[in-house]
């Protein structure tokens, strides 16, 4: 009995070193939901294309609370999974509180924020958003016919503002005398998650003329496009391509490749390298999507000015105010 409990044992802890050998990754999504159909979507996404292209395995959480935040962590740096990768701003200090527990556990923040230097196991990722939000301004401004454009984001933070600041820039390069709105759905993280004030918003923004609203709001956005399409304006999606939820009522998405984020940290897997890095046009990292869904909206003409405008951008021609840095914004007013 003794030698078969030793075998056992030996055999287990074999089976531990293997499994510690190749560690599977973790996602933990921000509130707003994993099926959001915008940013913890493309997540999703990213983490699907992996586990399909290589037949591996991820486990994935959907946050109902904030206190869930670190214990999330916790329980997959405990399980050994790595990396863990989260998504959105307010997972930043979770990490921190954690990162130095895990050493040898790689973390990941899209879209947050944790010092490199103090905290060497940790990969922080931004992407320019005011690089896209400056493309789909300008097709907005050129497919508006009154002038007003309008925008509504989720929670109001620097981030969020910055979508809103590129988005006001394109548009007012396009039409320096064009009008754009922009409304906050809240201050809390419950504003991911609320089409029903993303809606109210949005018709609010209808009543004072704009034909045109691009919604930068998580799960928020989901009424803000209905609504678009309920009252025969054209809306704007973002961070996934959303042209295919109201075909030809989408003039077009303003991409943040959260999808490709993912994907290449689960492949790099425990060889990930840390730091900060920032996706910009000129990585594809954001940009706007174009298909058989919004096709007949965007003309041979807009095209081309907003595709000359990107190569611009990347060249250094034209530089696209980031509100994130001054708390600032030479577009619009907040």
Known sequence: MTVMKSLLGASAALALSAAAAIADPALIYDLGGKFDKSFNEAAFNGAQRWADETGGSYRDIELQSEAQREQALRRFAEAGFNPVITTGFSMSTPIANVAGDYPDTKFVTIDGYVDPEEYPNVKSISFAEEQGSYLVGMLAAMASETGTVSFVGGMDIPLIRAFACGYAQGAKAVNED????????????????????????????????????????????????????????????????????????????????????????????????????????????????LDENNEELITEEMKTAVDEARQQIIDGEIEVHDYRSDDSCPAISF
Request: hydrophobic residues 40%; negative net charge; aromatic residues 4%.
């Open 178 to 289: 064009i009008e754009v709105i922009a409304n906050m759905t809240g201050t809390t993280p419950a504003a991911w998650n609320d089409p029903v004030k993303g809606s109210e918003l949005t018709n609010a923004q209808i009543s004072q003329g704009s034909d045109v609203v691009f919604a930068a709001a998580g799960g928020t956005g989901i009424g803000v496009l209905q609504t678009a399409a309920d009252e025969d304006i054209l809306s704007i999606g973002v961070d996934s391509n959303q042209n295919h939820l109201h075909p030809g009522q989408v003039l077009t998405s303003m991409l943040k490749r959260v999808d490709v984020a993912t994907y290449e940290a689960m492949q790099a897997g425990e060889d990930l390298d840390t730091g900060t890095e920032r996706l910009t046009l000129e990585d594809n990292g954001v940009g706007y999507a």
